[in-house]
T-cell receptor
Framework: GAVVSQHPSWVICKSGTSVKIECRSL??????MFWYRQFPKQSLMLMAT?????????EQGVEKDKFLINHASLTLSTLTVTSAHPEDSSFYIC??????????????FGPGTRLLVL | GQNIDQPTEMTATEGAIVQINCTYQ??????LFWYQQHAGEAPTFLSY??LDGLEEKGRFSSFLSRSKGYSYLLLKELQMKDSASYLC??????????WGAGTKLIIKP
């Protein structure tokens, strides 16, 4: 089946630094990628929808200048948390939609990236 | 390798009961999640099992057997709004989520 990877798996950083998280679709082309935050035992909160070659669409309440998203190719999207603060500590999950998914438009989820800001 | 298996699609009748199975093979185990996802929406958390047994929450119940690498989600008194995809995900020893491909549940009147 389709595989989505994220890098890094874990990141610990100091407050004020920027952190980049990569999301890759390994064996399919994804025109659309999604970025989520998840708090323990809670639903995934959609942060933004990223379309290849265009600007990301951010959900209400998500600061686009703080969470920079780049979707430069059909297999890679990056989320950069700029000037990270402890409240940004969370589990970030990406998903990718297969361009050739047809009616199903199945989303494939990545394993997540744990961010801890000290 | 790590693997999560669940049926691709299931059909059930309104008012009935349906059981969605999930089997897994992962490197380590730190819990199993069930999510519901309606088309075009973010996944909604349904349940988290880390110990063997049945967890009941209203019309939805989730069961886990760690020795068998098996879980199921049981939906009772099905409603049309329960038509959605149901995702099984296991957290491995590195606290990474391994996702199943999802089961599309179709509810018929």
């Amino acid at each position: 089946g389709a595989v989505v990877s994220q890098h890094p798996s874990w990141v610990i950083c100091k407050s004020g630094t920027s952190v980049k998280i990569e999301c890759r679709s390994l064996d399919f082309q994804a025109t659309t990628m999604f970025w989520y935050r998840q708090f323990p035992k809670q639903s995934l909160m959609l942060m933004a929808t990223s379309n290849e070659g265009s600007k990301a669409t951010y959900e209400q309440g998500v600061e686009k200048d703080k969470f920079l998203i780049n979707h430069a190719s059909l297999t890679l999207s990056t989320l950069t948390v700029t000037s990270a603060h402890p409240e940004d500590s969370s589990f970030y999950i990406c998903s990718a939609r297969d361009r050739d998914g047809g009616e199903q438009e199945t989303q494939y989820f990545g394993p997540g990236t744990r961010l801890l800001v000290l | 390798g790590q693997n999560i298996d669940q049926p691709t699609e299931m059909t059930a009748t309104e008012g009935a009961i349906v059981q969605i199975n999930c089997t897994y093979q992962t490197s380590g185990f730190n819990g199993l999640f069930w999510y519901q996802q309606h088309a075009g929406e973010a996944p909604t958390f349904l349940s988290y099992n880390v110990l063997d047994g049945l967890e009941e929450k209203g019309r939805f119940s989730s069961f886990l057997s760690r020795s068998k690498g098996y879980s199921y989600l049981l939906l009772k008194e099905l409603q049309m709004k329960d038509s959605a995809s149901y995702l099984c995900a296991v957290m491995d020893s590195n606290y990474q989520l391994i996702w199943g491909a999802g089961t599309k549940l179709i509810i018929k009147p």
